[in-house]
């Protein structure tokens, strides 16, 4: 388990760019897979992009697929998205995930029920 606080969301008009931060403290695993999931209102949560211990291995949704970036600073014990090109359609409340991958560098999850340590989200609104 650990805790996660996301930072950087906010409002941002059609074609802009916005930085999510996921900072990860207070872990129990000594490597671990980092994730993003949205949320619109009224919608499920939705995988966006996952990234491995190692950070050579991503995985992106087909939605944000070349316009949004997941990487780590794992000195920093932080996950980031870079979203650049938003779009009306990226608007939700963006949550960061982190799982254990015991001692795994490649690993990465991109289903919401393999994640068990969450942050609280933060909102974005892209605005046309």
């Known amino acids: 388990q650990a805790q996660l606080v996301e930072s950087g969301g906010g409002s941002v008009q059609a074609g802009g760019s916005l930085r999510l931060s996921c900072a990860v403290s207070g872990r129990t695993f000594s490597t671990y897979a980092g994730g993003w999931f949205r949320q619109a209102p009224g919608k499920e949560r939705d995988f966006v992009a996952a990234i491995s211990w190692g950070g050579g291995t991503t995985y992106y949704a087909d939605s944000v697929k070349d316009r949004f970036t997941i990487y780590r600073e794992n000195g920093k014990n932080t996950v980031y998205l870079q979203m650049n090109s938003l779009q009306p359609e990226d608007t939700a409340v963006y949550y960061c995930?982190?799982?254990?991958?015991?001692?795994?560098?490649?690993?990465?999850?991109?289903?919401?029920?393999?994640?068990?340590?969450w942050g609280q989200g933060t909102q974005v609104t892209v605005s046309s």
């Open positions: 995930a982190a799982e254990g991958t015991r001692g795994s560098y490649d690993i990465y999850y991109i289903s919401l029920k393999q994640y068990h340590s």
